[in-house]
Nanobody, 123 residues
Framework: QVQLGESGGGLVQAGGSLRLSCESSGRAFSRQFMGWFRQAPGKDREFVAAIYWRGGQTSYADSVKGRFTVSRADAENTMYLQMSMLKPEDTAVYYC????????????????WGQGTQVTVSS
């Protein structure tokens, strides 16, 4: 059974940085697209970033563009989310996911999810 697992979350001050990792126990990264989402308390899960696994093309939510970078290490079966210039509004549980089909921006189109990792940004 293919599984995804996130790590790297924690507590950081505003303006700081964190790097999240997403590891796959199987061939999740054979999917065309992998994505990062986040969910804050009381809010819907929202798109953060995605990467086209073969070509490396990336896409970002406007709220994180210029601050977050998604990348991959194919040989390590690992995807990363480098987060810089963090803001309190970035506080959320962050999830990695594998796209099944359709738009990369809709969480409903992803069918494989990690358990999430908490990111808390203090002001």
């Amino acid at each position: 059974q293919v599984q995804l697992g996130e790590s790297g979350g924690g507590l950081v001050q505003a303006g700081g940085s964190l790097r999240l990792s997403c590891e796959s126990s199987g061939r999740a990264f054979s999917r065309q697209f992998m994505g990062w989402f986040r969910q804050a308390p009381g809010k819907d899960r929202e798109f953060v970033a995605a990467i086209y696994w073969r070509g490396g093309q990336t896409s970002y939510a406007d709220s994180v563009k210029g601050r977050f970078t998604v990348s991959r290490a194919d040989a390590e079966n690992t995807m990363y989310l480098q987060m810089s210039m963090l803001k309190p509004e970035d506080t959320a549980v962050y999830y990695c996911a594998a796209l099944s089909s359709g738009s990369i921006y809709r969480p409903q189109n992803y069918d494989l999810w990690g358990q999430g990792t908490q990111v808390t940004v203090s002001s």
